[in-house]
T-cell receptor, first 115, second 114 residues
Framework: DTEVTQTPKHLVMGMTNKKSLKCEQH?????MYWYKQKAKKPPELMFV???????INESVPSRFSPECPNSSLLNLHLHALQPEDSALYLC??????????????FGPGTRLTVT | GQNIDQPTEMTATEGAIVQINCTYQ??????LFWYQQHAGEAPTFLSY????GLEEKGRFSSFLSRSKGYSYLLLKELQMKDSASYLC???????????????FGKGTKLSVIP
């Protein structure tokens, strides 16, 4: 199984809503990532979890709150978002450690629209 | 800091060969990836180089020179379906134990014309 799944595929939310994005992988990867991608731009790294611990937070506003409940699941909790947060949110996973081959496998993304 | 440069757009003819260049200046280096991304879809992996030289995978090849901070992706026998954005990404150590981060270039939009 080389698949990363993300739910929902599409999400429309108001600025006062609270919602969560979910990501799951069963490849035994111990590194998981959240990226944000605006139209015609490259993915921008938001968070990295390594062995279920947050190892990178790329100065992301606190209205985005990541959570890694176990080695297969990654959530992104959303609260009080702004219209400029509308984007494609990509989850990825990879093996981690020194040396070797560490391709990141991407999920299909959640298309988020904030109204 | 990380700085990755690649051309914004390229156009090539069906059946031809195209080379997409990528130059990088990064703090730390643990490999360079090329991804293909069609509009509205997630990136898909094409190739990975961590040592100098050429890696060949069917119609796609990727080259790396670490001393020059330079890579290229070579696409042969272009097909219309190769029209996509091609992202160069550098992997470098991050702060967490055993963790790495991937920094993407802005992508090169390739248009294949008949």
């Amino acid at each position: 199984d080389t698949e990363v799944t993300q739910t929902p595929k599409h999400l429309v939310m108001g600025m006062t809503n609270k919602k969560s994005l979910k990501c799951e992988q069963h490849m035994g990867h111990r590194a998981m990532y959240w990226y944000k991608q605006k139209a015609k731009k490259p993915p921008e790294l938001m968070f990295v979890y390594s062995y279920e611990k947050l190892s990178i937070n790329e100065s992301v506003p606190s209205r985005f709150s990541p959570e890694c409940p176990n080695s297969s699941l990654l959530n992104l909790h959303l609260h009080a978002l702004q219209p400029e947060d509308s984007a494609l949110y990509l989850c990825a996973s990879s093996q981690t450690g020194s040396g070797g081959f560490y391709e990141q496998y991407f999920g299909p993304g959640t298309r988020l629209t904030v109204t | 800091g990380q700085n990755i440069d690649q051309p914004t757009e390229m156009t090539a003819t069906e059946g031809a060969i195209v080379q997409i260049n990528c130059t990088y200046q990064t703090s730390g280096f643990n490999g360079l990836f090329w991804y293909q991304q069609h509009a509205g879809e997630a990136p898909t992996f094409l190739s990975y180089n961590v040592l100098d030289g050429l890696e060949e995978k069917g119609r796609f090849s990727s080259f790396l020179s670490r001393s020059k901070g330079y890579s290229y992706l070579l696409l042969k026998e272009l097909q219309m379906k190769d029209s996509a954005s091609y992202l160069c990404a550098v992997r470098a150590p991050a702060t967490g134990a055993g963790s790495y981060q991937l920094t993407f270039g802005k992508g090169t939009k390739l248009s294949v014309i008949p």
